[in-house]
C-alpha cells in the first residue's frame, strides 16, 4: 500500500499553505532566477498517482453514474465529466486528517458556465474515496446548484488523464 509522503520539491513549484489546505503544484509564472526566461514546471500533489473506480449519484438517491477520479500532475480529474461536459483538469488542494487526506477541488466546464466543487476524503489505508460535490450552473438570470455524492475504490492500474477511460 502507498503511503503518503511530502519530500522535496522542485524550487520553481510552490507549496502555500491556506487554512490547513496545502496546494502543490506549479507556482504562477514561474521564472528562472537569474535569467529571468519563463519556466515550466511538471506539478506535484500529495495524491498524485491515485485513480479511483468510484459511482456517484445525486444527494439522497442510488448511485446512476460509475467514474474514474484520477489525480496526477498535481492536478484532478473527473473522466465522466471530462467526457460528457468538457470539465478539464483542475489543481486539488489537500490537508491531513489523522490518516486520512481531505482534498477539495473546483472544475470548469470548458464549454458553458458551469462548476464543480469536489469534497472528499482519501482512507489510503482502506484504498477508499468518499465525498461530495457541488454542480454550479450560473446563467444571467439564475443558478442552478446541485449537490451530489461519490464513493469508490483505488483502481488496481493507473489511469492518465491524457487516456481514454
Known amino acids: 500500500m502507498r503511503k503518503l509522503k511530502l519530500g522535496l ?12 489546505w496545502l496546494m502543490l503544484g506549479p507556482a504562477a509564472n514561474p521564472v528562472h532566477a537569474e535569467t529571468g526566461d519563463a519556466m515550466t514546471v511538471e506539478g506535484v500533489g500529495l495524491l498524485d498517482g491515485m485513480t479511483f473506480a468510484s459511482e ?4 439522497d438517491k442510488p448511485a446512476n453514474v460509475e467514474d474514474l477520479l484520477v489525480f496526477e500532475s498535481g492536478m484532478f480529474v473527473s473522466k465522466e465529466c471530462e467526457r460528457r461536459c468538457g470539465y478539464a483538469p483542475a489543481p486539488y488542494f489537500v ?25 472528499g476524503t482519501v482512507d489510503e489505508e482502506n484504498g477508499t ?16 446548484e446541485k ?19
Open 9 to 20: 520539491i522542485n524550487v520553481a513549484a510552490c507549496a502555500a499553505l491556506v487554512g490547513g
Open 56 to 59: 456517484l449519484g445525486p444527494a
Open 95 to 119: 490537508r491531513s486528517v489523522g490518516a486520512k487526506t481531505e482534498f477539495i477541488s473546483e472544475t470548469k466546464c470548458l464549454g458553458k458556465d458551469a462548476t464543480i466543487v469536489w469534497r
Open 129 to 144: 474515496i468518499k465525498g461530495m460535490f457541488t454542480w454550479t450552473s450560473e446563467r444571467w438570470y439564475w443558478t442552478i
Open 147 to 165: 449537490e451530489f455524492w461519490f464513493e469508490g475504490t483505488l483502481a488496481e492500474a493507473a489511469i492518465s488523464m491524457t487516456s481514454d477511460r
